[in-house]
Nanobody
Framework: QVQLVESGGGLVQAGGSLRLSCAAS????????MGWYRQAPGKQRESVAT???????NYVDSVRGRFTISRDNAKNTVYLQMNSLKPEDTAVYYC?????????????WGQGTQVTVSS
């Protein structure tokens, strides 16, 4: 129904920046909220940032003020601008979207992109 392709991960030094992109395809008009999650080795996946269709955002405390989530509905793409990166930001970052046409909301995940921040 919805497919997600992520890009933009990589290796960066502490204090640097990266911009992640996640492009959706399929039944994209069904997409409501979009977000980014991350999972470090041995840790649970956590929500990093979410954005509603109208642009309302939410951030986990640890990234607030450093990361910015945005979306381009015309391109069916969500972005995560990550500034002032810290080693503890190192994780696999996953794009997530919620989709509802009728009935229950469904969730779709991107393939994940590695972000590594060196000290």
């Amino acid at each position: 129904q919805v497919q997600l392709v992520e890009s933009g991960g990589g290796l960066v030094q502490a204090g640097g920046s990266l911009r992640l992109s996640c492009a959706a395809s399929g039944i994209t008009w069904s997409i409501n909220a979009m977000g980014w999650y991350r999972q470090a080795p041995g840790k649970q996946r956590e929500s990093v940032a979410t954005i509603s269709r109208d642009g309302s955002t939410n951030y986990v405390d640890s990234v607030r003020g450093r990361f910015t989530i945005s979306r381009d509905n015309a391109k069916n793409t969500v972005y995560l601008q990550m500034n002032s990166l810290k080693p503890e930001d190192t994780a696999v970052y996953y794009c997530n979207v919620e989709s509802r046409i009728i009935g229950p909301t469904r969730y779709y995940w991107g393939q994940g992109t590695q972000v590594t921040v060196s000290s």
